[in-house]
């Protein structure tokens, strides 16, 4: 499976349906962008997802850190 | 006596005052006063979002529960606090309560404060509690509340925490509202930003290298959730100031079960866990209060180690989006309040603020203006505040018989006292609001401020300016047109 958002294959099963087996949610472990199965293609394939809203892995290590990390204490 | 004064005492003697300790008791009043509609159908999870949407649209649109949510357990409730109506009756006020008389009404409770919490042992929320195979889908019906949200948030949470270098001080445990992205069955993401109270404790807490324990209470009564929205200095207690918004009555607080912190003794369920020191997680986008989707950026992350819940829990989100929508209304007066409270406290002329305005990026002041250039320094001292300093970008200010909450009365001011070449002033390179699309770089704001007041001396006033007043006699004919009118109409 790949993750609509950044298109890498890390994908987890999140959870299914606590009633009835009617949908599951994945997650990314690169992005963790989380889809559920019945949602709308827009959300879903890869190939539909919205450029705007795509992110590059390598772009991700380079996001604004909040809140900045202090420097240790002692 | 001040205007607000007067008219706050008034009210006093009036105001009965409802008084709610959960959020089951606020929902069957909604109900009985046509502001909370049912949908009995199942429906699909990601339609909520939907719904809250459009029921922020209509004029006094009611909270909109979901008996039925495909594939969970437990119902959803939205726009709880999604109107003018929803608005008055969470303080015990009549549902037709205009703004202004509301603004008033919570200034002349906010000097109530401090109103101390009564601690109780046993409460609902702890019916239940799950501390294995912990699994935040069995509790509540998550979805995804706009198209391109990274996954399903909690956008109402209201989270309790201590100060890690002084845990037992009762002053500095903050409850506050942080968007939360559900990243897992026991895992969540957190937005903490640096000037916010839980970004102070957890900056604290990773410099220690310690975890910061936190208590994520849903579903509390209408004036907790208000409160924990509203900004108030750091050594302040947001329950001591429940119990002066509840008009003196103390709100009930219990020690919540993992790590004993005191959370709303009345919430619907209490995830308790903590947020791991010196991690950070790809986390959003979201949209976001300004009406556009913040960016994706690294932020906390928090472990969830149990979950306490009452019988069937209602799991209470809300809707937000390009304003007006459920979160303007909530955060509107719980902005212009401590605003005008603070700004009061160093300057008496100031006679109301309306900070309604994506959470106080824009305010209107109303003053009287005792010499040249007092209009100006009131605005800056807006921009000192804890809460303007990052968030408030635009500020107008008005005179005193200038109705701040009256936006005709604004732009009547706006457009016969301002001369562009004096009473306009940017002030560049201030601290900012970062989910502000035009806070450049995220965090930074330059800051308008427009002197809309008439000229005083020493200030050059190159003529009087007399004010039209009403003849004599109107309001004796608004009553007797309005009769009229009252009557033609039946």
């Given at each position: ?12 099963l ?6 009835g ?8 472990e690169t ?23 795509k ?20 | 006596?001040?205007?607000?004064a ?10 009965t005052?409802k ?11 909604l ?83 401090p ?65 939360m ?16 109270d ?61 790590y ?28 976001e ?156 704001h ?16 190159s ?28």
């Amino acid at each position: 499976m790949i993750c609509p958002r950044c298109e890498t294959d890390k994908v987890n099963l999140m959870v299914k349906s606590p009633v009835g087996n009617v949908w599951e949610i994945y997650i990314c472990e690169t992005c963790t962008y989380s889809w559920r199965s019945t949602e709308s293609a827009d959300k879903t394939d890869p190939k539909l997802y919205a450029q705007s809203f795509k992110i590059a892995p390598n772009e991700i290590p380079k996001l604004l850190v909040i809140p900045p990390i202090p420097p240790l204490k002692g | 006596m001040s205007p607000v004064a007067t008219q706050s005492r008034a009210l006093d003697e009036k105001t009965t005052g409802k008084v709610f300790h959960d959020l089951r008791s606020f929902l069957k009043v909604l109900e009985a006063e046509g502001q909370l509609v049912r949908i009995k159908e199942e429906v699909d999870p990601e339609e909520i979002g939907a719904a809250g949407r459009a029921s922020a649209n209509l004029k006094n649109g009611p909270a909109v529960l979901f008996e039925k949510v495909r594939g969970y357990r437990n119902p959803v409730v939205t726009n709880v606090h999604g109107s003018w109506a929803n608005h008055a009756l969470m303080m015990g006020m009549d549902k037709d309560t205009p703004v202004k008389e509301q603004f008033l009404e919570l200034n002349r409770r906010w000097t109530k404060y401090p109103v101390p919490p009564e601690r109780v042992k046993d409460a609902p929320v702890k019916e239940n509690i799950m501390t294995e195979n912990i699994n935040i889908f069995e509790v509540l019906s998550l979805y995804r509340i706009n198209t391109y949200d990274s996954g399903c948030f909690l956008s109402k949470a209201c989270i309790v925490s201590a100060d890690p270098e002084d845990p037992t001080n009762y002053n500095k445990v903050n409850l506050g509202t942080y968007r939360m992205q559900v990243k897992g069955k026991d895992k969540l993401g957190i937005q903490a930003l640096p000037f916010h109270d839980i970004g102070i404790q957890l900056t604290k807490a990773e410099a220690l290298n310690k975890p910061l324990p936190i208590a994520i209470c849903l579903g509390c009564d209408p004036l907790t959730t208000f409160m924990s929205s509203t900004p108030i200095r750091y050594d302040q207690s947001e329950f001591d100031y429940v119990g002066a918004l509840n008009n003196g009555v103390p709100m009930k607080i219990t020690k919540s079960p993992t790590y004993g912190l005191d959370i709303p003794a009345g919430c619907e369920v209490c995830i308790e866990g903590y947020i791991e020191p010196r991690v950070r997680e790809c986390e959003g986008p979201f949209g976001e209060f300004p009406g556009s989707y913040s960016g994706a950026r690294l932020q906390g992350v928090v472990k969830i180690k149990s979950i306490s819940y009452r019988n069937n829990p209602i799991f209470e989100n809300l809707y937000l989006g390009m304003p007006w929508s459920e979160i303007d209304y909530l955060l509107a007066l719980n902005t212009s309040v401590p605003l005008y409270q603070m700004l009061k406290e160093t300057f008496p002329e100031v006679e109301a603020v309306n900070a309604m305005y994506t959470h106080g990026i824009g305010a209107i002041i109303s003053t009287k203006v005792r010499f040249g250039g007092f209009a100006k320094a009131v605005a800056m001292r807006l921009l000192t505040t804890p809460h303007g300093m990052p968030y408030a970008k635009i500020i107008i200010v008005v005179d005193e018989y200038v109705d701040p909450f009256n936006l005709e009365q604004v732009m009547w001011a706006m457009t016969t006292r301002v001369d562009p070449d004096k009473d306009v002033s940017i002030i560049k390179n201030c601290p900012g609001m970062p989910l502000d699309p035009s806070s450049n770089p995220p965090g930074m704001h330059n800051k308008l401020i427009i002197d809309a007041t008439a000229p005083k001396a020493p200030e050059k006033v190159s003529r009087d300016t007399e004010l039209l007043m009403a003849p004599a006699g109107t309001e004796k004919w608004e009553k007797i047109i309005s009769q009229l009118q009252k009557q033609s109409k039946n």
